[in-house]
Each structure stands twice: as C-alpha cells, then as structure tokens.
C-alpha cells in the first residue's frame, strides 16, 4: 500500500500564496516552506523545507518517507524537478526570473519482506 499527500506552495518574485493541503488519505499532512522569503533578486538560491507529520519513522517494516521537490514556471509550465530523496529540505536556485508552482509530495512504502 501507498501512501500520498501533496503541498503547493506558489512563489513570485514578488510575493508567496500558500495553497492548502491536500491529504489524500486522512491524518497524515505535510507542509512546505521556503527560505529567504519573496521577494528575491534573480539567482538567489531558495531552501526548500517540507515538515511531514504522521508518517511511520524508518522501521524495519517501513521505509521513512520520500520526498519529491519540484517547480512549474507559469505561465509557461515548464517543469523542473528539483530533487527526490529521504532528505526533508533541498536548496534550488530558479533559472529564469517568475512565478514558479513548488510542491513536495511525500510518500511512503512499507518494505519489501526478503
């Protein structure tokens, strides 16, 4: 069984709009937050921190939890994936000035038996 919950989090260089969560499955959530804040002068490097609580910490039946970081640029929807790994916070730097869509997904597998 998977397990999948998504944040948004939209950035302009200008201003951040926080979009809502989306649990797909109920208690779990997961937040994202950027640092410096909006707005930043093009080439700045962003750290990108996703909080993820009421996952099962890495167990021998469990794997911890795997997140998946990337941006659209609007309008044009260009898609960058930033990274994917068990680390909860990556730093990116945006290649073109704009208004950029970054999410996190988290997810979480239980471990295959040997």
């Not at 937040?31 to 609580?53: D, E, F, H, R, Y």
Request: net charge positive.
């Amino acid at each position: 069984m998977r397990s999948l919950w998504r944040h948004s989090l939209v950035l302009a260089f200008g201003g951040f709009m926080l979009a809502a969560a989306l649990p797909a499955f109920g208690a779990p959530a997961v937040t994202l937050s950027v640092t410096p804040a909006s707005p930043q002068a093009i080439g700045t490097q962003l750290t990108l921190t996703a909080n993820a609580t009421g996952f099962v910490p890495s167990l021998a039946l469990h794997q911890g939890p795997r997140y998946s970081f990337s941006a659209v640029l609007s309008p044009s929807g260009l898609n960058y994936p930033i990274h994917t790994g068990m680390t909860s916070h990556v730093t990116w730097t945006p290649p073109n000035a704009g208004d950029y869509t970054l999410t996190v997904i988290v997810t979480q597998r239980p471990r295959k038996a040997t």
